[in-house]
C-alpha cells in the first residue's frame, strides 16, 4: 500500500505566484473525557521543533495529526495526546497521531535504561542497595527494596520491568554507570537514545520520573523499543507474570511476591510486553507489543487519560488496527540505528514503486538539511570510540549468554 498522509486538496486554481498549500493538519480520532487535574504543575516547554526531527522516519511523519495510509481504515479513538504504531521486524511506521509530537514520558523511559545498560550487566551478580537508591519521590512506584539489602541484579529487572520500581531505576542507572554512578547511567541513556535516532528523547531521571527538560515522542519511544523487543532475554522479563522479591537478613524482611502491571501480557493474545506509565504531570504512557501470524508490532502512545479506557487497552487497540492493515501499509520507517550520518537528512518513506531506500550512510544530496550540532556531535563521537564501542559490544555478547543460560 502506498505511504501517504491524509492532506486537504490543493485549489485548483492556485497560480505559480502563490505560495505553495500547506497541507491541512488531519484531527486524531479522540474519546471525550474530563480534563485532567487543574491543580497539577503545567507542562514543561519542549524544545523549538526542528522541521529535520520532525520528518526523521519520513515526510508524512511531521504532521501534529493523524497519518495513515491510503485507503486505510480510521484508527480507534483514544484519550492520548499523540500514538505511533510500527513493525518491529520491517521498521514500517503504519499510521501515528502526532508522531513526533513532544510529550513527557513517565515510567515508560525505563525502557530506555534497559536499552542502555541491560547489556552491561551480569544478571547474576549480587548487588547492595544503597540510600541512594532509595532517594525517589515520595508515593512513587516503588518494588520495596531494602537499604543494606542484597539482590540479584535480575530481581532489580523483574522489579523495573514488573513494578515499575523507582528504587530499581537508580540502582541499575547506578550500576549502568560504573564508577561515574547514576550521572554516568543518565549519559549513556542519553547516549544511546542518539545512537537509535531518537533525537527528540532527553533523559533526566533513570525512572521516568518528571525532571525539566525530560521529553520524548511516540515515535522515539518506538524506536527505543524495537531496541529492547530485539533483545529475547528483554521479552522474557517483559513476560514474566509473577516474580518473587527475596527476604532479607540485615535489615530482617521477609521475601514477597510482585505481579507484572502490564495486563496486556493476561489479556491480549499474542502480547511480547511492554510498560506502562504515569506521573500527575505526564499524565498515562504505554507502550506495548504483539505477535500475530509472525508479524510483530508495537503501539506507543503519551499524555493518555484512565477512562474510559486504560492505557494498555489504549495500547490493544491500536495493536488490532495495527494488524488489521496489510502488511506493505506505511507511512514512514523507523531509522535504523547511526542511519542519519552527519550532514544527512532524514530518511523519507516513499510508494514502494518509486524504487529502494538509499542504503544508510549513502551520499545526500549537498542542499540536505544537516542533523542538530549535538546530534551530529554525538554520532562523531561515537566513529571515533569504534575500536572501544568493538570492545564493549563482545562484553555484551558475553554477558547476553549469561543472561541467557539463566533463565534457561
Not at 89 to 114: F, N, R
Not at 227 to 243: G, N, S
Not at 282 to 291: I, K, L, M
Request: glycine share 12%; with cysteine.
Amino acid at each position: 500500500m502506498c505511504a501517504a498522509a491524509l492532506h486537504a486538496p490543493v485549489p485548483a486554481a492556485a497560480t505559480a505566484v502563490e505560495a505553495p498549500a500547506t497541507p491541512a493538519t488531519v484531527p486524531c480520532p479522540r474519546l471525550e473525557v474530563k480534563p485532567p487535574p487543574t491543580d497539577r504543575e503545567p507542562l514543561p516547554t519542549p524544545p523549538k521543533d526542528d522541521p529535520v526531527l520532525r520528518a526523521v522516519g519520513g515526510d508524512g511523519l511531521a504532521t501534529d495529526g493523524l497519518v495513515i495510509p491510503s485507503g486505510a481504515r480510521r484508527p480507534p479513538a483514544l484519550t492520548a495526546t499523540s500514538w505511533l504504531v510500527a513493525d518491529l521486524d520491517t521498521g514500517e511506521v503504519l499510521g501515528g497521531c502526532g508522531p513526533h509530537v513532544y510529550g513527557t514520558p513517565a515510567s515508560v523511559q525505563k525502557l530506555l535504561l534497559a536499552a542502555a545498560v541491560m547489556d552491561k550487566l551480569d544478571p547474576r551478580r549480587t548487588i547492595t542497595v544503597t540510600r541512594g537508591d532509595l532517594d525517589i519521590e515520595p508515593g512513587s512506584s516503588a518494588v520495596g527494596l531494602v537499604e543494606g539489602g542484597k539482590y540479584s541484579i535480575a530481581t532489580l529487572w523483574l522489579g523495573l520491568l514488573l513494578n515499575s520500581g523507582n528504587e530499581a531505576a537508580n540502582a541499575l542507572a547506578r550500576l549502568g554507570g560504573g564508577a561515574g554512578g547514576v550521572k554516568a547511567g543518565l549519559a549513556a541513556m542519553n547516549a544511546e537514545a542518539q545512537r537509535l535516532g531518537a533525537f527528540q528523547t532527553h533523559a533526566v531521571t533513570p525512572s521516568g520520573l518528571d525532571g525539566p527538560g525530560q521529553f520524548t515522542s511516540a515515535y522515539d519511544l518506538a524506536l527505543i523499543a524495537r531496541e529492547c523487543f530485539a533483545d529475547p532475554v528483554f521479552v522474557r522479563y517483559a513476560l514474566t507474570r509473577t516474580a518473587r522479591v527475596p527476604a532479607q537478613k540485615r535489615p530482617k524482611v521477609g521475601g514477597f511476591q510482585i505481579q507484572n502491571e502490564n495486563r496486556l501480557i493476561f489479556e491480549y493474545p499474542g502480547a511480547l510486553g511492554g510498560k506502562t506509565g504515569f506521573t500527575h504531570l505526564a499524565r498515562h504512557s504505554y507502550v506495548g507489543a504483539a505477535e500475530r501470524n509472525g508479524r510483530r508490532l508495537v503501539a506507543t502512545l503519551l499524555g493518555a487519560e484512565r477512562r474510559p479506557l486504560l492505557s494498555w487497552q489504549q495500547g490493544a487497540a491500536l495493536l488490532d488496527w495495527g494488524f488489521s492493515l496489510p502488511e506493505d501499509a506505511s507511512v514512514g520507517k523507523l531509522v535504523d540505528p547511526g542511519g542519519m550520518a552527519p550532514g544527512g537528512s532524514a530518511p523519507s518513506a516513499a510508494p514502494a514503486a518509486s524504487g529502494p531506500a538509499p542504503a544508510p550512510g549513502e551520499a545526500r544530496a549537498a542542499t540536505a538539511p544537516t542533523l542538530p550540532t549535538g546530534a551530529a556531535a554525538a554520532i562523531a563521537v561515537t566513529l571515533a570510540a569504534a575500536p572501544l564501542l568493538l570492545l564493549l559490544r563482545r562484553q555484551r555478547r558475553r554477558i547476553r549468554r549469561t543472561r541467557t543460560q539463566l533463565f534457561d
